[in-house]
């Protein structure tokens, strides 16, 4: 049996239970990855518990109380204690970073924080290790997943930002106190921290300008709608004349932009520099699970020490026949009864069709189709048949349709 | 002076001259993030230079020759004699990764290769870094720039396969002898090496089936934007039925797809699984200098050793005015005037107009403009004045707007 890690975790709310049932349910596979077989040392609560017990029982600290207070107490004893440390808090490593990042390099630790910006989005390990030696020169994105659903809402429903925001807070998607996700102050946490590991330099947060979503009005968002518009709120850290600007404000951004189709609770991150042109990351800017993940990779990488050399760890079987989605184009005779008899092929081999469209007429009749999800045996089966029909006037074209549709 | 870091470079073509020359540029940067001075120990072309005397020299190589031979038995020879090999080379990596990463772990040496799939847009470190111990369900995107390019070049003028594939050839988009790229087979090589990392298991390249783009009708691309459809080729590797499922193949998309936005010579690959639902990453799939990019990445990923605690190089002055463009709203008096009134105060104080609408009359009546970017401090004045303006029905209402359009 490998030696066990042990893992002390402070707090034990949405966040902390998740991680708690992920670190039990993937504790194969971090052995497999890792040598390591990870062990819960101990829970602290914000009210109970016994820090100095914990750290002497753990390797590792997973702080996720949130708040300053207990956290950066706990957190820089931790480090100073020589314990590795993996948090979620994004305005302790924002206001206290300094002081933290010196107590961990005094005692030959590391500190990592994904979580704490864009969620389950690795952000933060991209900037810190892929781009490490590249001149960023910006940093931008959507970084507050609340704002970013009660603006999409609004586009889409044309409803004031009030009744939104209790739409929002009855999905789980707003707090009961909304106002550091609304007002601007949470995104403005995390481009602080952004914008410190993209230029290498002190951000405080005090200098961070920020605007809010409460002054935006439903007219805002269709007139602008009207233009092609949609609106976000949007973190903007950038070099400038030498110096930097990190901004958090509501901004229209045109269609063809990568963060134009980002929408509901999503975060999204562009990091821009001349060597890469730019690098855009999207995905779950919360959610209890999916922060855990995040969380579950900074440990992982901390037992790595380096990175591993890939491992096989089981063979699995290579599957022919999986479902999919068809548009099929056929070229046909204008003549009744031909869509009656295709339609029978195709039922005949329990192929569904989802839309039809009939175009031209005479020697430019086609028929073009989109199929629901159905296997692809199927799907081919009926159009072997299809091609031998002798109203055809040119072999089918068939050419796959995801048919999944994002929020 | 620190110790100086020896690297070999394998093959002096795009990404070779590209590598040489920004790893002289940020040998500083370097230096500071990892300690180690980066030098070239020397450079083998395919049919020139002794590979003993340069393994004998580097402690890192780094491979861009490309192909299999003489690439294989370079790469293999470099890991049986210790030394960390990062490598450019899909194909290697698809065809020969159990050898390579058995030489490798016997050697405990690091073999990286982070350029091989998608270029600069970190999906290897992701996959194996981030999500090491997270269950993959599927990962699926656009992996080949080539193709991508001709199918939204396609779309959007609606020529033939052929003549879009000789225009791409000359933008450099496509090589010469374009059938790799547009048959399938590298999106193919890239796909298997993405299921082995993600599933951890071995997967044959020859059991990866591939269609390319070849067939592709600008019919099919016309009918299917008639359904809001647009065609992409995608890679898609996917857990099912205990197995796996491993394909590429021409498919559409319908419009609030992540990936339906991806156009030109872009790669995007998407990442499920039920502990993150899902993360994008998009960027350049090719170019000599983002290539380069992400092998250096692995270089100095390779030389951290393990990840540095932050450190600040040096502080950066905080800018206050930068350039923005601005969406206006005005409830104005409905009378002649008044818009020349506005433009006046814009034109004095600097700031252009991109676009104006007029909407509603009498006492409903608003202007909605939109300017070209300039400073922010000009526009700000330019609203102080227009705030004055006695026909103003409301104060006036300014968000900014993401100007920039992209390909």
Do not use: W
Not at 33 to 51: F, Q
Not at 302 to 307: E, K, N, T, V, W
């Amino acid at each position: 049996m490998s030696e066990a890690v042990r893992i002390g975790l402070l707090g034990r709310g949405t966040v902390g239970g998740a991680f708690h049932d992920l670190l039990a349910q993937r504790a194969g596979a971090i052995e497999a990855a890792t040598g390591r077989r990870p062990e819960i040392a101990g829970v602290l609560r914000r009210s109970e518990g016994d820090i100095d017990r914990l750290l002497e029982e753990a390797e590792i600290v997973v702080e996720v109380i949130g708040g300053i207070d207990p956290a950066r107490d706990y957190v820089l004893r931790a480090l100073e204690a020589g314990r590795h440390v993996v948090t979620a808090n994004k305005q302790l490593i924002a206001q206290f970073g300094d002081e933290l990042f010196d107590a961990a390099r005094e005692a030959g630790v590391q500190l990592r924080f994904e979580a704490a910006v864009a969620g389950v989005v690795p952000v933060i390990r991209v900037i810190q290790e892929s781009l490490a030696v590249t001149e960023i020169t910006k940093v931008f994105g959507i970084v507050n997943g609340t704002t970013n659903f009660i603006l999409s809402e609004m586009a889409s429903t044309g409803a004031t930002y009030a009744d939104t925001l209790r739409r929002a807070q009855e999905l789980g998607y707003a707090e009961a106190d909304p106002s550091e996700d609304v007002g601007g102050a949470d995104a403005a946490a995390k481009m602080a921290i952004l914008a410190r590991l993209a230029f290498h330099t002190p951000v405080r947060l005090d200098e961070v300008q920020f605007q809010g979503i409460t002054e935006i009005q439903p007219d805002d968002i269709s007139y602008a709608k009207e233009l092609g518009l949609s609106l976000k709120l949007l973190g903007v850290a950038e070099r400038r004349d030498g110096g930097i600007s990190v901004r958090v404000f509501p901004c229209f951004l045109y269609p063809h932009h990568p963060l134009a189709p980002v929408e509901g609770p999503f975060n999204a991150v562009m990091v821009e520099a001349p060597a890469i042109t730019e690098i855009t990351m999207s995905g779950p800017g919360a959610g209890g699970l999916e922060t855990a993940s995040a969380v579950l990779g900074d440990v992982v990488s901390i037992l790595s020490g380096r990175p591993a050399v890939h491992a096989i760890h089981e063979p699995l079987e290579m599957v022919r026949d999986i479902n999919s989605s068809f548009y099929l184009h056929l070229e046909v005779a204008d003549r009744p009864g031909v869509l009656a008899q295709i339609a029978d092929v195709l039922g005949r081999n329990e192929v569904s069709v989802r839309s039809v469209v009939q175009r031209g007429m005479g020697n430019d009749a086609r028929l073009v189709m989109v199929m629901h999800e159905g296997p692809e045996s199927s799907f081919f089966r009926a159009l072997e048949e299809i091609a031998t029909l002798e109203f055809l006037r040119a072999q089918p074209r068939a050419i796959r349709v995801i048919e999944e549709e994002f929020v």
